[in-house]
């Protein structure tokens, strides 16, 4: 485990002699570390008293040498048994023969089809034909993804555009950077898309991901748990969460042993409440046309705005001293509310279908058997072209292509 901040060190007097190095007795116990934070008392001394000499501690921290002082208080940093250890890096991949396989976006994959199966059984049990969601997610997924790595990358202009650059680190989704935003600008106009192809309202299919949308980000978010990224400022909470000072976004002039603001676990959090409060709200009042999606812009931006002013991303760019995410909670929130307005307006009940007038589920009747019932269809051949299709038994294109009525 690692040390609290200095924030919350215990402070305590150890006894040494003239220029005595403190000896083993005195040393803080093993798994600690003695950061060589000199205490107000100590240095209210400092004009009649020296240090004269300093020396590695085996634990990290330091030896002082003191010269003419009876007593030396110092602080130790004691530890959190709930703190969050921060995974060994060597889970961040792994290898399968030739290929290098990232779990950061191995907890992306793992969202998305969450997600999808999620999606696709909330819309059959609306009317929805099994599997279309297919024809969506691949529409939806590759933009979303395009969207989530375009939105960092310009909020984030100087990780990859500076004297020296490797510019294809712009394309490099496994290392992290996918902005959840661009993510649902991308994933909205592949959604839209798709929604055109397939004969799915958008509306239906928003409020069908909304809590699929949470699902899957509070899994992605487990990526960047193991990624080390996602912390907030620094915490003298006792969950806080353990950050290697190597790491490039650890502040400067920070103790290595800081605990900071676990934000994934917040958001985790969070999203799982909002999935609850959006199934309930849903069940009591039977929101549709885009009103659930529209209460879940409302909710995500609403954690997001919060979380990201206690984050520390000190590349990311911003707009009057607040981060670009800020902004684009605040937005999510105001579109959230404009919309739940608007359809509330426009459409204070329920649809009929999830689909689009003049589309619905493609219904294929079983083939008949060649000169099956042969006497009934000649009895009933008012429509040549139909009774032809059905005495041999074969379906044409536009047949099975029709809505059901």
Same mark, same amino acid.
């Given at each position: 485990?690692?040390?609290?901040?200095?924030?919350?060190?215990?402070?305590?007097?150890?006894?040494?002699?003239?220029?005595?190095?403190?000896?083993?007795?005195?040393?803080?116990?093993?798994?600690?570390?003695?950061?060589?934070?000199?205490?107000?008392?100590?240095?209210?001394?400092?004009?009649?008293?020296?240090?004269?000499?300093?020396?590695?501690?085996?634990?990290?921290?330091?030896?002082?040498?003191?010269?003419?002082?009876?007593?030396?208080?110092?602080?130790?940093?004691?530890?959190?048994?709930?703190?969050?250890?921060?995974?060994?890096?060597?889970?961040?991949?792994?290898?399968?023969?030739?290929?290098?396989?990232?779990?950061?976006?191995?907890?992306?994959?793992?969202?998305?089809?969450?997600?999808?199966?999620?999606?696709?059984?909330?819309?059959?049990?609306?009317?929805?034909?099994?599997?279309?969601?297919?024809?969506?997610?691949?529409?939806?997924?590759?933009?979303?993804?395009?969207?989530?790595?375009?939105?960092?990358?310009?909020?984030?202009?100087?990780?990859?555009?500076?004297?020296?650059?490797?510019?294809?680190?712009?394309?490099?989704?496994?290392?992290?950077?996918?902005?959840?935003?661009?993510?649902?600008? !991308?994933? /909205?106009?592949?959604?839209? $898309?798709?929604? @055109? =192809?397939?004969?799915?309202?958008?509306?239906? #299919? &928003?409020?069908? %991901?909304?809590?699929?949308?949470?699902?899957?980000?509070?899994?992605?978010?487990?990526?960047?748990?193991?990624?080390?990224?996602?912390?907030?400022?620094?915490?003298?909470?006792?969950?806080?969460?353990?950050?290697?000072?190597?790491?490039?976004?650890?502040?400067?002039?920070?103790?290595?042993?800081?605990?900071?603001?676990?934000?994934?676990?917040?958001?985790?959090?969070?999203?799982?409440? !909002?999935? /609850?409060?959006?199934?309930? $709200?849903?069940? @009591? =009042?039977?929101?549709?046309?885009?009103?659930? #999606? &529209?209460?879940? %812009?409302?909710?995500?931006?609403?954690?997001?705005?919060?979380?990201?002013?206690?984050?520390?991303?000190?590349?990311?760019?911003?707009?009057?001293?607040?981060?670009?995410?800020?902004?684009?909670?605040?937005?999510?929130?105001?579109?959230?509310?404009?919309?739940?307005?608007?359809?509330?307006?426009?459409?204070?009940?329920?649809?009929?279908?999830?689909?689009?007038?003049?589309?619905?589920?493609?219904?294929?009747?079983?083939?008949?058997?060649?000169?099956?019932?042969?006497?009934?269809?000649?009895?009933?051949? &008012?429509?040549?072209?139909?009774?032809?299709?059905?005495?041999?038994?074969?379906?044409?294109?536009?047949?099975?292509?029709?809505?059901?009525?």
């Amino acid at each position: 485990m690692k040390p609290k901040p200095f924030s919350e060190l215990n402070h305590f007097t150890v006894p040494v002699g003239i220029d005595l190095l403190f000896s083993k007795s005195a040393a803080p116990p093993a798994g600690t570390y003695c950061r060589g934070v000199l205490s107000s008392a100590f240095e209210k001394q400092a004009n009649t008293t020296t240090v004269s000499s300093i020396a590695a501690h085996p634990f990290g921290g330091y030896w002082f040498v003191a010269e003419s002082l009876h007593a030396l208080q110092f602080s130790v940093p004691s530890f959190s048994p709930l703190s969050i250890p921060s995974p060994d890096p060597v889970f961040q991949q792994f290898n399968i023969g030739p290929l290098t396989i990232h779990t950061y976006a191995l907890c992306i994959l793992a969202g998305i089809i969450v997600a999808m199966f999620w999606v696709n059984a909330r819309l059959t049990k609306r009317g929805g034909e099994p599997g279309v969601v297919v024809d969506i997610v691949l529409w939806a997924v590759p933009l979303g993804i395009v969207g989530a790595r375009f939105y960092h990358v310009f909020t984030h202009l100087g990780d990859y555009f500076y004297d020296g650059a490797n510019l294809l680190n712009v394309f490099a989704i496994w290392d992290g950077g996918n902005a959840l935003y661009g993510s649902l600008i !991308g994933g /909205a106009i592949g959604a839209y $898309i798709g929604c @055109r =192809f397939s004969g799915i309202r958008l509306w239906s #299919f &928003a409020d069908a %991901l909304a809590p699929a949308m949470l699902a899957a980000q509070a899994i992605g978010r487990l990526g960047n748990y193991i990624n080390h990224e996602l912390f907030g400022l620094p915490t003298t909470l006792p969950w806080g969460l353990e950050i290697e000072s190597t790491n490039s976004k650890f502040p400067a002039g920070l103790a290595d042993g800081t605990l900071f603001h676990p934000l994934f676990l917040y958001e985790i959090i969070w999203n799982v409440v !909002g999935i /609850a409060l959006l199934l309930l $709200i849903e069940r @009591r =009042f039977q929101l549709r046309w885009g009103k659930l #999606f &529209a209460l879940y %812009l409302v909710w995500y931006g609403l954690g997001r705005s919060w979380l990201e002013a206690i984050r520390i991303d000190p590349t990311s760019d911003g707009f009057l001293g607040i981060p670009a995410n800020v902004w684009a909670s605040f937005l999510a929130i105001a579109l959230g509310i404009v919309l739940f307005v608007v359809q509330s307006r426009r459409h204070p009940g329920v649809e009929n279908s999830v689909y689009r007038p003049g589309r619905g589920p493609r219904v294929v009747e079983p083939r008949k058997k060649k000169g099956a019932a042969a006497g009934a269809v000649e009895g009933s051949d &008012a429509d040549g072209a139909d009774s032809s299709s059905e005495e041999s038994g074969v379906w044409t294109d536009e047949e099975l292509s029709r809505p059901s009525k």
